[in-house]
């Protein structure tokens, strides 16, 4: 049975055991006796990031078990298979990957570039069994180095499989505070009061207790804590987000940032392996980081409605459902397939968590669930999904578009173009989905950009930046030039030449009104414009030049950020 298959057979009972640990929860706070360590949008974060962890580490296992892999038929030491797999021999296994996962855990705490990919397991500041399924999507940079020593002693590749999954299955118990202190087991494993201490941002738990399933390792190497005053959960710079994306991202972007403003080339490269929080004395100069103060502690809980939480919830059940299938067959699907998959799913659930933000409302998260459908079915074929999400997804804009126009209070004729503008790229959205009907098709989106045209000069005049039109036309040409050397065919060079000159025109004219306007609106709907030239751009490339990889998961992904930039950031000036 695949690894996959074993997570999905283990998510029943992770589910169950959350749900009798949620009602314990319930019912000591009732009784005064203890409290309910859940909220329904933190459990969903937790739960996605936990489901985002396994379908990337479907992508990226075949180069970890295959360095390993290498490395054990290379130069493994004791490669015995027979002993390995006695019960004695696995015994051993466990325990060398328990002590190598102690030091990649303590080295993810000590070294900023590892703590980068571990932080994510530590940024919920609720502690209960969702929070064990919270796991990071880029481990598998890094990790794979401090298990290397087993494959150099010559444990095999299935026995080092199976003793991980072990080890990651047993850790799932300990994050409750619903068992209390167990005596003598403490001693000797990780238990909930031991793990309890390592998730805890208090002065003398931080950095405590990392074994995995032995706590022995602490108490050799001086990292043990036994648990005391109550622990504060979380972060000492809390996330304050329910963004799945920046979840992951959020150290790194700060290590990127800070070392693109350091002035020392010894300091750009220190920031990375120097423990978190260091930073260069001329950036700790400049922009000092406030002490961090325990008190000021405060849970992250941006309200939200009942009906969005239902919402979330709904949601969060089909992309699970989604989940589950696409890691019973990860396995035997290709790599492209399982990445546009696994950019589905990522777009559902930042949907989900953008959602419970307030910083998209349900009918915009609807237009990113049915354009993802519709990218994911066009890039692998599902003509049947595809027929239907694709002219879905552009009807949902437009409902959206209406309904932020009557709430924004936007001007008759502004509205008028903008709603023409989406409507005529529906149109060329269904009928491009006939190669015979691709003229038509043509002529829609064509119509589209000049009321795009039309609506960017509303209050700022026709091409009010001539540098920003001669610089797309110059774009526009160069393309052109591209598709004509590659074959496009000659009944088709005219009405392509036509297309060119007016896209281009309409990304010069919302880059003008950018740049008379300068507000981030403006901006994003530049944005926008250009994502949309790059789309056909990609288009016509695919058709007529050279068949692109998955062409339509490029194709598709930057024609819907650009249809949504403009109709969610354009404004009336």
């Known amino acids: 049975m695949r690894p996959g298959q074993i997570i999905v057979l283990a998510t029943p009972f992770f589910f169950l055991l959350i749900g009798i640990e949620f009602f314990v929860g319930r019912m000591r706070a009732r009784r005064g006796s203890g409290q309910d360590t859940y909220r329904l949008p933190d459990t969903l974060n937790s739960i996605g990031l936990g489901m985002l962890s396994q379908i990337s580490a479907a992508l990226t296992g075949l180069l970890r078990i295959g360095i390993y892999t290498a490395i054990w038929s290379a130069f493994a030491l004791f490669p015995d298979t027979d002993f390995w797999t006695r019960w004695y021999g696995w015994l051993l296994a466990l325990v060398f990957y328990d002590f190598c996962y102690y030091w990649l855990h303590r080295f993810g705490h000590e070294s900023a570039v590892l703590w980068a990919a571990h932080v994510v397991h530590h940024q919920s500041q609720h502690y209960n069994l969702s929070t064990a399924l919270r796991q990071t999507s880029s481990g598998a940079l890094f990790g794979w180095i401090f298990y290397l020593p087993m494959a150099i002693a010559g444990v095999p590749p299935l026995v080092f499989g199976v003793v991980a999954l072990v080890d990651l299955l047993y850790q799932f118990w300990v994050h409750t505070e619903q068992v209390g202190k167990l005596g003598w087991f403490d001693r000797w494993f990780c238990s909930p009061s031991n793990h309890r201490v390592h998730h805890a941002v208090n002065d003398r738990y931080v950095d405590r ?297 309409m990304a010069a004219q919302a880059l003008g009104r950018a740049a008379v306007l300068g507000d981030a609106g403006a901006r994003q709907v530049a944005l926008g414009a250009c994502l949309f030239m790059l789309s056909d751009a990609l288009l016509a490339t695919n058709r007529f030049v050279q068949p692109l990889p998955v062409a339509s998961l490029w194709v598709l992904a930057t024609y819907y950020a650009a249809q949504w930039l403009i109709a969610a950031k354009v404004r009336a000036r």
């Not at 004395?281 to 103060?293: V, Y």
């Not at 998209?360 to 074929?381: N, Q, R, W, Y």
């Open 209 to 505: 207790n990392y074994g995995g399933v032995l706590i022995v390792w602490d108490r050799l190497f001086g990292s043990f804590q036994e648990e005391g005053e109550r622990c504060v959960y979380g972060t000492r710079n809390p996330l304050r987000s329910w963004d799945p994306l920046w979840a992951n991202a959020e150290v790194y972007a700060s290590l990127a940032r800070d070392s693109w403003r350091t002035r020392h080339w010894s300091d750009k490269l220190r920031l990375w392996f120097k423990p978190p929080g260091w930073r260069p004395a001329d950036l700790a100069a400049i922009d000092p980081k406030p002490p961090f103060d325990i008190a000021g502690v405060q849970r992250y809980e941006p309200p939200a409605s009942r009906g969005v939480q239902a919402f979330a919830a709904l949601q969060f059940i089909a992309l699970l459902g989604g989940a589950t299938a696409f890691l019973w067959f990860s396995d035997t699907l290709a790599f492209t397939t399982s990445l546009v998959w696994l950019a589905a799913l990522t777009a559902g659930l930042w949907a989900t968590g953008a959602v419970l933000q307030g910083r998209l409302p349900v009918i915009g998260a609807l237009f990113v669930d049915a354009a993802a459908l519709a990218t994911a079915s066009g890039a692998l074929g599902i003509a049947g999904l595809h027929v239907v999400a694709k002219p879905l997804a552009l009807a949902i804009l437009i409902v959206f578009a209406g309904l932020r126009a009557r709430s924004d209070a936007m001007p008759g004729r502004f509205v008028l173009l903008l709603l023409t503008g989406l409507a005529a790229s529906l149109a060329g959205d269904v009928l491009l989905m006939w190669p015979t009907l691709f003229i038509p098709g043509l002529v829609a989106f064509l119509l589209a950009h000049l009321a795009y045209i039309a609506l960017f000069a509303e209050g700022v005049g026709l091409f009010p930046r001539r540098r920003a039109l001669a610089a797309t036309l110059a774009v526009g040409v160069s393309m052109y030039a591209f598709l004509w050397w590659g074959g496009l065919p000659a009944g088709l060079r005219i009405p392509v030449g036509l297309y060119v000159v007016v896209i281009a025109c």
